[in-house]
């Protein structure tokens, strides 16, 4: 059975399943992942291979899988995500004096301070 395009305003058909509701002319909309892909690479191309993942596993065991954060303000929180305590992008590595094991809120808290969107913790 035909339908029409997801696509805001196209007056294109999508005839099959397999199209995932787009339109031949919005074959690139289908996959979500493709779209993902196409703008910031693969884990691998990001420098998140298997090294990291070897790497990541180390800092967790290190900092015993808790927060590094959270147990500096006496909390046990555990640890799911590895954080360059100085960014990449501002010239910090990958070496293990470099990295801390966070909690998924702190790291995002910390992520969002230093692109200067944090609001103050109280």
């Not at 992008?89 to 470099?98: C, E, L, P, R, V």
Request: charged share 30%; proline share 2%.
């Amino acid at each position: 059975m035909a339908r029409p395009c997801r696509e805001y305003n196209c007056s294109g058909v999508v005839n099959s399943q397999a199209q995932n509701g787009y339109c031949d002319k919005h074959a690139s909309k289908r996959s979500n992942w493709n779209r993902r892909q196409d703008r910031s690479g693969s884990t691998t191309q990001r420098g998140y291979g298997h090294v990291w993942r070897k790497l990541r596993e180390q800092i967790l065991k290190r900092d015993e899988y808790l927060c590094v954060i959270c147990r500096a303000d006496g909390r046990t929180t555990e640890a799911t995500d590895v954080d360059h305590i100085v960014s990449k992008a501002h010239g910090g590595t990958d070496d293990q004096s470099n990295l801390q094991a966070l909690c998924s809120p702190c790291h995002k808290f910390k992520t969002a301070c230093e692109k200067g969107r944090g609001r103050s913790k109280s």
